[in-house]
């Protein structure tokens, strides 16, 4: 594992366990929330990686097949963006707003990191 990443992964960590750790520990009502929003994140670090290997592999493959990709991922994707952001996000308190979508983005973070570090990993590994 890199420097640069190990730095990172800590830093996110960290803010993550710090934010959840506090919530937790003065009893604060934004907790479910940062938990909730926490595997919210970890399931789009893991969606978003899975959509980047589907997109690896379009190579080659005929202009139609990509375009279908393409239109089914941007029917689905796009209707549940404006959901989440219109019925969770803008419905929630003001007050837990920000808490919340900083542990989201935070654990998209640290999923992207740690899968892009532990694949070519185990790649090497269990090359032999």
């Known amino acids: 594992m890199n420097k640069k ?8 960590a960290a803010i993550i366990l710090v934010m959840i750790g506090k919530a937790f520990i003065f009893d604060e009502a934004v907790k479910s929330y ?3 929003f926490f595997f919210v994140g970890a399931g789009l670090a893991m969606l978003r990686l899975f959509i ?4 690896r592999k379009m190579k080659g493959k005929h202009i139609s097949v990509k375009i279908a990709f393409f239109a089914g991922l941007l029917s689905v994707g796009l209707p549940f ?5 219109t019925d969770v996000l803008f419905a929630m308190s003001k007050t837990f707003i920000v808490p919340s979508v900083i542990v989201m983005v935070a654990s ?5 990191i740690y899968e892009r570090v532990r694949v070519p990993y185990l790649e090497e590994k269990y090359a032999a």
């Open 5 to 12: 990443a190990k730095m990172m992964m800590s830093i996110v």
């Open 34 to 36: 940062l938990v909730t």
């Open 52 to 55: 980047n290997g589907m997109i």
């Open 81 to 85: 963006q404006n959901w989440f952001r």
């Open 108 to 112: 998209v973070v640290y999923g992207v």
